[in-house]
């Protein structure tokens, strides 16, 4: 490793937190001052709102805004450079556009290797301090009522509720179905469904069960069955925030549990896990295309360059909400749906290399 690529790595590496240094202190005033009335009323003590709050508060932070600036540094000290006329003597002294390109790569590598850990193991055991801390001191506005839930529980055996209460743990209207090759081969109906701590099974009253034959069908009625089934009152409870709180294996098996089942939310769930790696290569992309905007000295300086990246940027992030929207609501498989912005923007930052002066 050569001079000029501790330098480059230097200037990168450094603007980077210091950038995101200044926005994670702007971010905590705020929050603060939007937490405080609550921070005074349960009086949490300090030492809590420090290590359990804010210190897990911050990876989060500092992860979802870090694609936007690495590629505001890029720009920024890019631009400085080119405004000093270093890449012109950096040119001229027979390094070549591509070998000034190493130490960009390298550095952007880092920060993609960074996000990819935060993303995927850090900031889901944060997530969870954070989510305790909220449970004890701050107030909860997460909705503990389910309606039209249907899963599959076994194979061929398929559950539904009309309405579940998560706090109480208690349904309403629930109804098991199974099915062989022929068809349905039973179906059990309930008014009322609650869970059983203690012995771990499920009440289901004013049931009917209907068994269907080749022949004829029998069919029984009671007030109360004792019955146990594969499932929990958290598998009612789970939506797509979820996620926040599962590492990147935990998010794998969830999906495949959730495939047995037939969970409305699975789509949602791919497309979560596939962002979790299309996000930090997004790094690389928006990193490259920096360079290529911000490596020629232009009337417009530093501001100009900015003007025009952060715009790009922000189509990028559009983009990729889009192609998000299209998987959830359409038939776009969710890897496609994630993948598509970063190629599109990896052929524009190839194209930005080819035309940048050299």
């Given at each position: 490793m050569k001079k000029l690529d501790l330098y480059i790595i230097r200037k990168f590496l450094g603007t980077f937190f210091y950038a995101i240094a200044l926005l994670a202190v702007v971010i905590i005033i705020f929050d603060i001052?939007?937490?405080?009335?609550?921070?005074?009323?349960?009086?949490?003590?300090?030492?809590?709102?420090?290590?359990?709050?804010?210190?897990?508060?911050?990876?989060?932070?500092?992860?979802?805004?870090?694609?936007?600036?690495?590629?505001?540094?890029?720009?920024?000290?890019?631009?400085?450079?080119?405004?000093?006329t270093e890449i012109i003597a950096i040119l001229n002294s027979g390094v070549s556009y591509w070998r000034m390109l190493r130490p960009y790569l390298l550095a952007s590598f880092i920060l993609a290797l960074m996000s990819f850990g935060l993303t995927n193991f850090v900031i889901p055991e944060t997530s969870k301090n954070m989510q305790n801390f909220q449970k004890n001191y701050l107030k909860s506005q997460k909705n503990n009522n389910q309606s039209n839930v249907h899963m599959q529980i076994n194979p061929g055996v398929f559950a539904y509720v009309e309405s579940f209460d998560v706090k109480k743990r208690t349904g309403f209207r629930f109804s098991l179905e199974k099915f062989s090759d022929s068809g349905m081969v039973e179906k059990l109906t309930g008014d009322y469904l609650k869970w059983d701590s203690i012995s771990g099974l499920w009440t289901i009253e004013n049931w009917i069960k209907r068994e269907i034959g080749t022949k004829a069908e029998i069919i029984t009625r009671g007030s109360k069955m004792d019955t146990l089934l594969n499932i929990s009152p958290g598998d009612f409870a789970i939506d797509i925030d979820d996620a926040m709180y599962m590492n990147y294996r935990e998010l794998r098996d969830f999906i495949d549990m959730e495939k047995l089942r037939g969970s409305g939310n699975l789509m949602k769930f791919q497309i979560e896990k596939h962002k979790r790696i299309a996000f930090p290569f997004a790094t690389i992309v928006l990193t490259l295309i920096g360079v290529s905007l911000s490596s020629r000295k232009i009337r417009g300086g530093i501001g100009f360059n900015l003007g025009v990246g952060i715009t790009i940027c922000f189509a990028f992030i559009l983009f990729m909400q889009v192609t998000t929207v299209f998987a959830t609501f359409g038939n776009l498989p969710p890897v496609v749906a994630v993948w598509i912005p970063n190629i599109l923007f990896g052929i524009l930052a190839i194209w930005l290399l080819r035309i940048a002066p050299k």
């Open positions: 001052s939007e937490k405080i009335d609550d921070f005074l009323e349960k009086k949490p003590p300090l030492n809590a709102i420090i290590f359990q709050y804010y210190a897990n508060f911050i990876p989060y932070f500092i992860n979802l805004f870090s694609a936007l600036f690495t590629f505001i540094a890029v720009i920024f000290f890019t631009s400085k450079m080119a405004a000093n």
